[in-house]
């Protein structure tokens, strides 16, 4: 079979790009390339023109490359309308949508104490996002891609209780999403490399068993990647500190906020890199995480 299989994807609307991926994937496995990642994005470069590939064309390769994050990607730029109706993926509002006081910033006690519960007593809590200046920028969700966008209605938010394993280990529990056991970090490369620059980790599920689990319907197949549920450092005072573990390294994070208001890491020595060359993409910024007590 030739690669009129797949039609050119030249954009269009959240139905078209779904329809694009599944496309891709029934390519792939008639080719026996279901599980070859490199491979399928690679392929995909090919099938796409006008608009689709001018977006394309500038992506960091560590995105370009690697399918899994790939079609996240694609998801993310071209929404459903269940998504557009129920926020917009740019800014986490809907036209309409009026902020409540719940996504006002918050003191720092106000953030660890709600309702009388500590982080060592709490039994559900959100993970919240703040810029550097204290502002509200969303919370990781139950139903986003994995790098994004964040949430800002409440009940979008995942609900997660930490268990320390160490004074700076902590696992989180999701405690709101059926057979969704932990919240790791889910690494662009295999295995993980703390000199590559380019290199970025985001939120991932597991099951209980400790393998990934996907976001949406459409992320599926192995996922032979680096993976860490012991990134998490929840302090007394409510900040989530980051450290990639793998049994090999322990390098700190930092988090970053991209351009379509969803969640990335990247060594903490790279940001720094990067920032003082002024090679940070387009929208990002560096945003702090905290664990912010529910119950």
Known sequence: MDNTDVPIFRGGSGADCEEFIRSIYAYA?????????????NYVGTRLSGKALRWFAPLEPAMKWDWTALQVALLNHYPSLEDEDDEDPKMGLSPTHVPTPAAAPLSTDARIINGGFTVSKCKKARIRVEDNEGRFKGWIGTQ???????VTKPRSALHVQFERLS???????IRNVNGWSRLGIRWSRD???????????????????GKPRTWSVTETGPLPVSY?????????????????????YEVPLSA???????IRFRTTQAL?????????EPGESKVKLFYEALE
């Open 191 to 209: 295995p993980f490399n703390p000199k590559a620059s380019e290199e970025f980790g985001f939120p991932k599920p597991c099951d209980e068993a």
């Open 256 to 262: 970053i906020l991209t351009a379509e208001n969803g």
């Open 144 to 150: 986003q891609a994995s790098m994004g966008p964040l």
């Open 228 to 248: 860490s549920l012991n990134a998490w450092d929840v302090k007394d005072n409510g900040p989530i500190a980051l450290t990639w573990r793998d049994g090999t």
């Open 167 to 173: 004074a700076t280990v902590t696992v989180l529990h």
């Open 29 to 41: 496995f008639r080719h026996g390339k279901s599980n070859d990642y490199n491979w399928i994005a």
């Open 272 to 280: 720094s890199e990067n920032m003082r060359l002024g090679n940070m």
